[in-house]
């Protein structure tokens, strides 16, 4: 059984548990979603072969495993985890087949945000912390510090790619809030099918509001969507969207209740798009939803 080491009760990087690949052979790495298996990527470069297990437009909540995701994770050298209780799936899985490759969760250091469901009286983590570019650094740096253990011998290999991401997130993240300070306070707010942006809204002052939680298991209730349609109305709430992963019935319904137009771009929040789309990286995907973003909110 793997071990579970975290502070946060998930799998995370043991380091009395690592060994070094052979040298000059290609790390078979693992990522639990499209956007994390970019960064693996990225990072990782020459070295790295990258399998996504829930793949572009995918819904890592809602996932489930089949026995060739079962082969994909054992044969893995090393798989990276979200963490926050984003993919118990996978977990469950490595648990069930007595994974003994190494495992790094990329949140490890974050603090998470956590939302309260006052439906069951309970807290309940968020785990959508990459929409906030400065935990996403912690992601990369905690993905290189795993291929660096995994595979010491290029330890500067990691660096420099790491630095050189480092710099563009930095860059992103200047650009993010010189674009969101263009848009007056009282106009810095979006509806979304489910709660994904939170981080997001936190870090950049917008506020989001969803008919569903953080889970895309979840269901509103009557009384949520009421209460939702309610506040649209009395805020002039005019910036809807849709995700990528989402069902667009239950906000259309709401559109058409509060006589709003959803938009016609979709919001990209738990996966990346297909490789020939807006959103085939991490930062093509903020670039694209800050822009869809603005643009809304200043049509407002």
């Not at 060994?19 to 790495?29: D, F, G, L, P, Q």
């Not at 290189?144 to 995994?150: D, H, Q, R, S």
């Not at 330890?155 to 969101?180: A, C, F």
């Not at 919001?267 to 085939?280: H, I, T």
Request: hydrophobic share 40%; charged share 25%.
């Amino acid at each position: 059984m793997i071990k579970l080491f975290s502070s946060l009760l998930i799998v995370f990087l043991s380091l009395s548990s690592l060994k070094a690949v052979e040298r000059n052979s290609t790390i078979n790495a693992v990522a639990s979603f499209s956007i994390l298996g970019d960064l693996v990527s990225e990072i990782g470069g020459k070295n790295v072969k990258v399998k996504s297990l829930v793949g572009p437009n995918g819904d890592a909540h809602v996932f489930q495993p089949t026995p060739v995701t079962n082969k994909t994770v054992v044969e893995a050298d090393i798989v990276f985890l979200n963490g926050l209780n984003f993919e118990g799936w996978l977990i469950r899985l490595m648990e069930a087949s007595d994974y003994k490759g190494v495992v790094v969760v990329a949140t490890e250091g974050i603090k998470p945000r956590n939302v309260s469901d006052k439906k069951d009286n309970r807290t309940i983590t968020d785990p959508h912390a990459w929409h906030c570019v400065e935990f996403y650094k912690t992601y990369a740096q905690n993905v290189a510090k795993g291929l660096e253990k995994i595979d010491p011998s290029n330890k500067k290999y990691y660096e420099g790619r790491l630095k050189n991401y480092l710099k563009k997130l930095s860059d992103l993240e200047t650009w993010i809030h010189k674009e969101v300070n263009q848009i007056p306070l009282n106009k810095r707010k979006v509806i979304t099918a489910h709660d994904a942006f939170g981080y997001f809204g936190e870090a950049y002052g917008i506020k989001f509001l969803a008919p569903v939680g953080v889970s895309t298991e979840s269901k509103a209730s009557a009384h949520d969507v009421s209460h939702l349609i309610e506040q649209i109305r009395s805020e002039d709430i005019r910036a809807v969207f849709i995700e990528n992963i989402s069902d667009r019935k239950l906000m259309e319904q709401i559109a058409e209740e509060t006589q709003i137009d959803i938009s016609e771009n979709i919001l990209y929040s738990d996966a990346l798009s297909d490789a020939d789309g807006p959103a085939a990286n991490y930062l093509d995907m903020m670039h694209y939803n800050v822009e869809k973003l603005i643009q809304s909110m200043q049509d407002d």
